[in-house]
T-cell receptor, first 116, second 111 residues
Framework: NAGVTQTPKFQVLKTGQSMTLQCAQD?????MYWYRQDPGMGLRLIYY???????DKGEVPNGYNVSRLNKREFSLRLESAAPSQTSVYFC???????????????FGPGTRLTVL | EDQVTQSPEALRLQEGESSSLNCSYT??????LFWYRQDPGKGPEFLFT???AGEEKEKERLKATLTKKESFLHITAPKPEDSATYLC????????????FGTGTKLQVIP
């Protein structure tokens, strides 16, 4: 199993350009997430999808849109990139269950985005 | 809103020198706490889930403990391969999808 895969691994954009970050998981998980990680700020949730067909805002959703394409895939779109969106983006998935299970999230390798 | 604070921000240990990392939190009704390890340039990797005060989990040289207000990650006789950033997180809301992460402790173990 590949787990959680993300494309691209690196990207440089100019201010105002748009792009879509792709994420796929092969663990049959219901829930998927997009985070950004900045120095000193930790991981912050952008959007998440509790199950196929649903999406919800996280802590920092402004400037982003998401699409849960099917159970496997969850994409993140930047419509008009800004320098403040320079960050490392992580996709994750999980199968939330009862408190007796681990409820852990599985993370992808990340996309390093620079907006000039 | 729930807050998660980790200390210290960075820790440098000699190989074999045991220590502890701290994760304190303010939550209304703790329903669990997660520990992750993150290597440079990679995504976080799950280590432990703790659900109730007094619970302990162990994995190799790592042992995680939980009280009502904080969690500790004890590292016994660390090796250089234990060097990484260690993150803790607590669930928000009613389920386990949304979690709040701390900013992490960067551990360096020197041979």
């Amino acid at each position: 199993n590949a787990g959680v895969t993300q494309t691209p691994k690196f990207q440089v954009l100019k201010t105002g350009q748009s792009m879509t970050l792709q994420c796929a998981q092969d663990m049959n998980h219901n829930s998927m997430y997009w985070y950004r990680q900045d120095p000193g700020m930790g991981l912050r949730l952008i959007y998440y999808s509790a199950s196929e067909g649903t999406t919800d805002k996280g802590e920092v959703p402004n400037g982003y849109n998401v699409s849960r394409l099917n159970k496997r895939e969850f994409s993140l779109r930047l419509e008009s990139a800004a320098p403040s969106q320079t960050s490392v983006y992580f996709c994750a998935s999980s199968q939330p269950g009862l408190p007796s299970s681990y409820n852990e999230q599985f993370f992808g390798p990340g996309t390093r985005l620079t907006v000039l | 809103e729930d807050q998660v604070t980790q200390s210290p921000e960075a820790l440098r240990l000699q190989e074999g020198e045991s220590s502890s990392l701290n994760c304190s939190y303010t939550v209304s009704g703790l329903r669990g706490l997660f520990w992750y390890r993150q290597d440079p340039g990679k995504g976080p990797e799950f280590l432990f889930t703790l659900y109730s005060a007094g619970e302990e989990k162990e994995k190799e040289r790592l042992k995680a403990t939980l009280t009502k207000k904080e969690s500790f990650l004890h590292i016994t006789a660390p090796k250089p391969e234990d060097s990484a950033t260690y993150l803790c997180a607590v669930p928000q809301g009613g389920g386990y999808q949304k979690v709040t992460f701390g900013t992490g402790t960067k551990l360096q173990v020197i041979p």
